[in-house]
T-cell receptor
C-alpha cells in the first residue's frame, strides 16, 4: 500500500527566504507526482506535475524534483512571499493501485 | 473559462437525510473523482469514474453513491448510511487514461450534519 509523508507538517519563515518542502513515498512504482497548493477553505490548485521519467519541473519561483529510486520529491520555493502562505500537498499516482495517494500536507506561513 | 464547478459551497443536513453534491466540468475530461478531506488527514478517495456510465469505488465508498450519466457531470449523494458525513468534499477531473494526468479541483463543498 502506497504511503505518502510530508515533512515538516508546518513551517514559518520570514519573507525572502528560500525554502524546501519534502515529500516521501513508499512504493517507487509511480507514474507521476503532483504538487498542489490549498488555501484555507478552498480547493486544490495544481502547481507542478512530474512524470516518472522526469527529474524536475519548474514554474516561476517553484522547482520540484523527483528521485523515484529513493522515493522522494522536494518542492523548492525561491524568494518566498507572504502570498505563498498556504498548505502544500503532494500526491503520487501509483500504477499498481491505479490511484492517487495524497500526503497530509505542509502548512507554510511566510511572515513580513 | 474552463473549470470545475461544485455546488453548494456550504450545506447543512439533518441526521437521516440524503444530500446530493453537484460537480460539473467543462474541461472535456474523461475522468472525474470525489475526495473527502478531514482535518489532519490526507484526501481520501470516495468514488471515481473513467468514462460515462461507469464508476468505481474508492477507499471510503460506504454510505455514498454516484452517477455518471453525462461526461460533464458527476454528482455525489451522501446517504443516511454514512456515519460521519461532516467533512469538506472535493471534486476533481483529469484527462484520464493510464496515468491519470494532471488533476484539477473544484472549490469544494462543506457539509455539516446538525
Amino acid at each position: 500500500k502506497q504511503e505518502v509523508t510530508q515533512i515538516p507538517a508546518a513551517l514559518s519563515v520570514p519573507e525572502g527566504e528560500n525554502l524546501v518542502l519534502n515529500c516521501s513515498f513508499t512504493d517507487s512504482a509511480i507514474y507521476n507526482l503532483q504538487w498542489f497548493r490549498q488555501d484555507p477553505g478552498k480547493g486544490l490548485t495544481s502547481l507542478l506535475l512530474i512524470q516518472s521519467s522526469q527529474r524536475e519541473q519548474t514554474s516561476g519561483r517553484l522547482n520540484a524534483s523527483l528521485d523515484k529510486s529513493s522515493g522522494r520529491s522536494t518542492l523548492y520555493i525561491a524568494a518566498s512571499q507572504p502570498g505563498d502562505s498556504a498548505t502544500y500537498l503532494c500526491a503520487v499516482f501509483t500504477g499498481t493501485a491505479s490511484k492517487l495517494t495524497f500526503g497530509t500536507g505542509t502548512r507554510l506561513q511566510v511572515t513580513l | 473559462d474552463g473549470g470545475i464547478t461544485q455546488s453548494p459551497k456550504y450545506l447543512f443536513r439533518k441526521e437521516g437525510q440524503n444530500v446530493t453534491l453537484s460537480c460539473e466540468q467543462n474541461l472535456n475530461h474523461d475522468a472525474m473523482y470525489w475526495y473527502r478531506q478531514d482535518p489532519g488527514q490526507g484526501l481520501r478517495l470516495i468514488y471515481y469514474s473513467q468514462i460515462v456510465n461507469d464508476f468505481q469505488k474508492g477507499d471510503i465508498a460506504e454510505g455514498y453513491s454516484v452517477s455518471r450519466e453525462k461526461k460533464e457531470s458527476f454528482p455525489l449523494t451522501v446517504t443516511s448510511a454514512q456515519k460521519n458525513p461532516t467533512a469538506f468534499y472535493l471534486c476533481a477531473s483529469s484527462i484520464g487514461g493510464e496515468d491519470t494526468g494532471e488533476l484539477f479541483f473544484g472549490e469544494g463543498s462543506r457539509l455539516t450534519v446538525l
